[in-house]
């Protein structure tokens, strides 16, 4: 199996138990039962203040509550400042013309909002549908011959299958980035046929009578440059932040880490067909593409594209940084234009979102067929892939919400709108990234006002800081993340990788340094205590969570006692100096660290302190994260290490802690088991849980895989910190998520001064 390297320093991925929460808090003067720092507390209070919904007893509110038909025919007429009407004979049999909503349902029968169904019934007292809703004010709108234009829902939801044919433009334009009319419910669903509720009543009024303003720049910092602009074949954090917005995936995860359809039309599965397992084991998975979806340079996106992409990543002479289950794909057919499927020897939970982590390799499309298929074809005729690798890294032409306008190394990167993005064309015309290696000119510009957003861009103490001294000007959020700190611990000699690292390739040893190290002392005094700690390499925002909580998977506490007797019972004792020895041997050793992080190197202060206390004398050696990342650690070439992964919310275990990952000649030391952990049992058991479908055999399975690594201890689980997004609060629809990295949804950012 071949497998390339994948990693990611301190990238957040997902909030699956906890959605970002606002420092700032919200405006006074709220309803009782609307919560500081809800999002929909401006719209309600601009609905309250328009008295077109209003709290009731004890100033109560009811967000949650159902809102009727006419109760909605009569804010949405008032609200479009629709004059009323009362003709003598009622449109509706189920509607009197004594009834309070009467001359309003009439008046948006009159404008052409309310479709007249053949029944001629009304259903004054029923809830208003989400569908009818989006029918209704598209209609009020003027929109409502654009919305009959669109025969296929395009919603990013998970049941857009659920739409009524009536209501596909309407909804399809309520989610449209100049809209924004509609949220989702969780689990990432339209749900079209439900009631609507009165905050989402209140939102929607909200938005349809401020609508979301188009144009200006937005500035953002990193402090790292990106080496290339195309993931596919360059591995790096600034790299995969900038493809976040730049590039888009067959599928993505919100931020409560749901899955969901981007440029499918629906995620397959055994329920819908789009998945078959045959009885020898064999599975075919089919992709249904949106239709009119288009790359940076206006050519249309098909299944020709998406066929081609995965040829390229199947061949093995190609030099891409990442590839998982694509190497298990024995066949790829294209069904239609816009229909493509491909053919496994075995069942690949992977394989069923376009990838096991969306937005790094196939799920996300790349590579358009018409511009590289020439250039790759010569190369490979030629066997120098070098100007391949130069054209995709320096020239991407993708598909997401903005593309690349022009870069100056050192300086910026300007990235632009795309008007034919298939969400709608970002309001914003502009974005600058300018690179800025030092973190307090950075902070600095934050606070004068230079740099408008950023994710990661400020150290977590220095965003809390912003939202105390500066809130006013700037809505911070906290993202709990899937990217904890992590200590690496190699179980083989750097200097000679056929034999076992003198100490660390003892099991004991490996506990002992769990046990020697207070993480929660490192939340506290690296992350302001808002770092969770952590017990595996996953967090409980991962999908096999429930895993994860199971007692077979063990915790550890701090205890330095615990610590030295099992150190003394590996044979370590305490030399002269306090430092252990064995055989000869001092207890010291290096620790590895990506330099330009402070709170990267206070964490690893912290662990060497910690680690004296136990006898155990660790060097700290920081050197520049390309060389850490690039050459380092892919060549196992490391005591310790500091590293943060960002792991994604699905089922990879296999991708990761798998024997056969571990980085040697045979698979050009591009393999991500790093530590070189080899366990039979283990292997046995991720391979399973990748080929496992089942949401319950697969969970008991990881909690074998989470026993097994947290007793054998691979690497030191540490914390993981939220990730800091602020933005200055005259960005609207700014919001902390998964899907893009440094902008959640950016397409619907707009200015509003």
């Known amino acids: ?69 006419s109760e909605f025919a009569t804010v949405l007429a ?37 479709p007249v169904a053949s029944s001629k019934k009304f259903e004054p007292e029923a809830p208003v549908k989400r569908a009818d809703m989006a029918v209704w004010i598209i209609n009020a709108l003027g929109l409502a011959k654009e919305a009959a234009s669109i025969k296929e829902p395009v919603l990013m939801a998970n049941d857009e299958d659920k739409v009524p044919q009536h209501a596909i433009g309407a909804m399809t334009l309520a989610y449209r980035s100049d809209r924004q009319l509609l949220g989702y419910r969780r689990g990432r669903l339209a749900a079209p046929m439900e009631g609507a509720t009165r905050r989402e009543i209140a939102k929607a009024i909200y938005m349809m009578m401020n609508p979301p303003k188009r144009g200006g720049t937005i500035v ?44 499918l039309k629906r995620l397959p ?24 979806m288009k790359w940076h340079d206006g050519k249309e996106i098909t299944a020709d594209d998406a066929i081609f992409q995965l040829t390229v990543m199947q061949d093995s002479d190609v030099p891409v940084s990442a590839n998982y289950f694509e190497t298990n794909v024995k066949k790829a057919e294209i069904i239609d234009k816009y229909t493509f499927k491909i053919h496994l020897d075995k069942p690949d939970g992977s394989a069923l979102f376009g990838s096991s982590v969306y937005a790094y390799y196939y799920g996300w499309f790349q590579l358009p067929k018409h511009l590289f298929e020439p250039l790759y074809k010569a190369s490979k005729k030629s066997g120098d892939w070098n100007k391949f690798v130069q054209e995709v890294t320096k020239n991407p032409v993708m598909s997401g919400p903005f593309k690349l306008k022009e870069s100056k190394p050192g300086e910026y990167v300007i990235l632009e709108a795309f008007d034919d993005y298939y969400m709608g064309r970002p309001n914003i015309d502009q ?30 103490r220095d965003a809390i800081k912003l939202s105390t001294e500066h809130g006013d000007k700037f809505d911070v959020t906290l993202t709990p993340t899937v990217a904890p700190d992590y200590l690496l611990l190699n179980f083989w000699d750097p200097s000679d990788l056929s034999k076992p690292h003198p100490a660390l390739s003892d099991i004991r040893v490996r506990q002992a340094i769990m046990y020697a190290i207070d993480r929660k002392a490192i939340s506290n005094v690296v992350y302001a205590g808002k770092a969770d700690v952590t017990d595996a390499w996953i967090t409980p925002l991962h999908m096999m969570r429930d895993a994860l909580a199971d007692p077979r998977v063990t915790k550890y506490s701090y205890s330095p006692a615990k610590a030295k007797a099992l150190l003394a019972e590996a044979g370590w004792k305490p030399g002269k100096d306090g430092i252990l020895e064995k055989d000869g041997l001092k207890f010291k ?10 709170e990267t190197e206070m964490t690893e202060q912290l662990i060497q302190k910690m680690l004296k206390d136990v006898g155990i004398a660790i060097e700290i050696d920081n050197k520049p994260a390309h060389v850490v990342i690039g050459e380092l650690e892919p060549h196992r070439q490391f005591d310790m290490a500091m590293t943060g992964w960002g792991y994604g919310v699905s089922d990879e275990a296999a991708n990761y802690w798998d024997s056969e990952l571990i980085p040697c000649d045979q698979n050009s030391w591009g393999g991500v088991n790093q530590v070189g952990w080899m366990n039979a049992e283990n292997d046995r058991l991720v391979r399973k849980a ?13 909690v074998k895989h989470l026993a097994l690594w947290t007793k054998e201890l691979p690497a030191i689980p540490l914390v993981a910190a939220p990730a800091n997004h602020f933005a200055k609060k005259t960005i609207k629809s700014f919001a902390s998520g998964y899907d893009n990295g440094l902008g959640w949804a950016i397409q619907n950012w707009y200015i509003q001064n």
């Open 269 to 292: 599965s055994v329920e819908n067909g789009l998945v078959k397992i045959a009885s020898s084991g064999k599975m075919e998975v089919t992709f249904e593409m949106r239709k009119g």
């Open 78 to 114: 008032k609200a479009r400042g629709i004059q009323a009407v009362k003709p003598s004979a009622p449109t509706f049999s189920d509607l009197k013309a004594s009834d309070s909503s009467y001359p309003y349902v009439e008046a948006l029968v009159k404008a052409g909002v309310i």
């Open 589 to 598: 050793y290096t620790l590895l660290g990506p330099a330009g992080s402070k």
């Open 690 to 702: 990748a080929e496992t479908l089942d949401p319950a055999a697969k969970t008991e399975l990881y």
């Open 220 to 263: 953002t910092a990193f402090t790292a440059e990106p080496p290339g602009f195309n993931t596919l074949v360059t591995s790096s954090g600034a790299t995969w932040t900038i493809d976040n917005i730049i590039g888009d995936g067959n599928t993505g995860s919100d931020q409560d880490g749901f899955y969901f359809p981007r440029m």
């Open 431 to 460: 974005i600058m990234i300018k690179i800025i290696p030092d973190t307090s000119v950075v902070n600095a510009s934050v606070i004068r006002g230079d740099i408008d957003f950023g994710r990661y861009t400020l150290t977590l």
């Open 1 to 69: 199996m071949r497998v390339y390297r994948f990693t990611l320093v301190l990238l957040a991925l997902v909030a699956l138990f906890l959605s970002p929460f606002a420092i700032n808090a919200a405006p006074q003067a709220l309803p009782k039962d609307v919560v500081a720092g809800d999002a929909d507390a401006e719209a309600i209070q601009f609905v309250i203040g328009k008295s077109l919904l209003v709290p009731g007893s004890g100033n109560v509110f009811g967000p949650d509550n159902a809102v009727t038909r």
